[in-house]
């Protein structure tokens, strides 16, 4: 069937202003697209076009898929693949609290992105209710006869749960010192990855270029979110990636909230040195790597641009 390129153009022309088609369109061109054809596309279109979901990669999933739905020995496998790092000194959490400064409402409407601290830390139990409510373990799912799995308080495509949580505790406590940490979300626990020293904080702001915009080392905490690929991409192959990285970001949008919640402040922050982070962390940046950092601390009370009417509006 020939294409009907003056029905093409009014319909163009009468949804998109200016947009009709002249010369015709050439479908060898759009063909080409559509089978992902690029000669000359940057990764990050070619990324994009080759994990959508379409018919192919559905029946090249299902074969996958089917082990990871069916199979309860991979859905014990599943539930037993997030790393806890045994032998590191372990550190229970206490009970998250149950009430907040404000609502979930009220929280939506606060929620900033704010880059001046006091320089303050954040005692043992305001930590563990920010993890717990951002990414802790928050009921059971049965997943096989005899096979339970742990919901989080975030989404994530098969609950594989790739996005691990570190964090640089910058400002210690009374009973929370520097130093970077592991969060089991299952435990509501802590595993001492390295103990801090005077230089700590600087070589975690050494991480970030900052350009002025924030001082790391005012903040309470800093966090790095990893990708486990494997762990999603084992069954749902390249589009598996696209899943950790949203991921990170329903993690992050948790994050900024329960903090708001709480009174504190906080910040996804983008320019992080990702090969020094991978480093810092411990992982190999191939199969875990840094895909998400940030800061969350007390806010500088000299500053307003922790409220919604003045300061960042970002």
């Known amino acids: 069937m020939d294409l009907d390129t003056d029905a093409l153009n009014r319909l ?3 949804a998109y202003d200016r947009r009709s088609t002249d010369p015709a369109p050439d479908r060898t061109h759009l063909d080409a697209f559509r089978r992902k054809e690029f000669s000359e596309a940057d990764l990050a279109e070619t990324f994009h076009e080759n994990t959508k979901y379409t018919e192919h990669t559905d029946r090249s999933d299902q074969s996958t898929m089917s082990h990871f739905v069916h199979d309860e020995t991979m859905q014990y496998a599943v539930s037993k693949a997030p790393p806890e790092y045994e032998g590191r000194e372990r550190i229970d959490l206490p009970a998250p609290s149950e009430t907040f400064d404000v609502d979930l409402s009220e929280a939506v409407r606060r929620r900033r992105t704010v880059r001046s601290y006091s320089g303050d830390g954040l005692s043992l139990d305001r930590l563990s209710t920010l993890l717990y409510y951002s990414c802790g373990a928050t009921g059971r799912i049965s997943a096989a006869d005899g096979v339970e799995n742990l919901g989080r308080a975030y989404p994530s495509g098969g609950g594989l ?4 949580i570190y964090f640089a505790v910058l400002n210690g406590g009374d009973d929370l010192d520097e130093g970077l940490y592991y969060y089991v979300p299952d435990d ?9 020293d005077d230089e700590f904080a600087d070589e975690v702001a050494a991480l970030f270029a900052t350009g002025g915009l924030l001082d790391p080392t005012d903040a309470a905490v800093a966090f790095a979110l990893t990708g486990a690929f494997w762990r999603s991409k084992a069954k749902y192959g390249p589009r598996g990636y696209r899943f950790a990285l949203q991921e990170s970001g329903h993690v992050v949008q948790n994050v900024q909230l329960v903090a708001t919640a709480m ?4 910040a996804p922050f983008a320019a992080a040195r990702e090969n020094e982070v991978n480093d810092f962390l411990g ?3 191939v199969d875990e790597a840094a895909i998400y950092t940030g800061f969350v601390g007390v806010p500088d009370a000299r500053r307003a641009d922790h409220f919604p009417e003045g300061g960042s509006r970002r």
């Not at 749960?161 to 691990?164: C, T």
């Not at 009174?263 to 906080?266: N, R, T, V, W, Y």
């Open 263 to 266: 009174g504190l402040a906080s």
């Open 161 to 164: 749960y790739p996005v691990e």
């Open 283 to 285: 992982v190999d940046g």
């Open 188 to 196: 509501h626990a802590l595993r001492v990855l390295e103990r801090g």
């Open 12 to 14: 163009m022309s009468s």
